[in-house]
């Protein structure tokens, strides 16, 4: 195998994309561990949060260093009108996508979360 061949992998549908750096930082004991391992998610839903606030949900192909990811299935929740930081149930499905790591605020698997009520807000007439 030639050290592109190592760099370099090439996923379905043409996309490629190289393989991250894992982050890492050293302890007390000297042993690093990483403070980001995207790996665990390849192949599995995620949800991404994006600067402007959209918000994107998709299975995780690839990543890179710069944290660009390669989304498939994606489904962007749409935002509401009077207030564009707000989503709503709207959706549009997106299909193959790549979220440019610049804009991505957040990654969160989406098995074992649940949405709940916000306990800070105030109950109407209160």
């Known amino acids: 195998m030639t050290q592109v061949d190592k760099k370099l992998r090439i996923m ?73 930081m707000k989503t709503t149930d709207q959706t549009r499905r997106l299909g193959l996508i790549v979220c440019r790591g610049t804009a991505v605020m957040l990654v969160s698997p989406t098995d074992g979360t649940d949405e709940i009520a916000n306990p800070f807000t105030q109950p109407d007439g209160a």
Not at 55 to 75: F, M, R
């Open 12 to 84: 379905p549908r043409g996309v490629a994309f190289c393989k991250a750096k894992e982050i890492s930082t050293h302890n007390m004991s000297g042993r690093k561990e990483t403070v980001l391992d995207l790996a665990k998610f390849v192949d599995k839903g995620v949800q991404v949060k994006l600067t402007g606030g959209r918000q994107v949900t998709g299975t995780l192909k690839g990543y890179d260093q710069l944290l660009n990811l390669v989304l498939d299935e994606a489904v962007e929740f749409l935002r509401d009108q009077d207030d564009p």
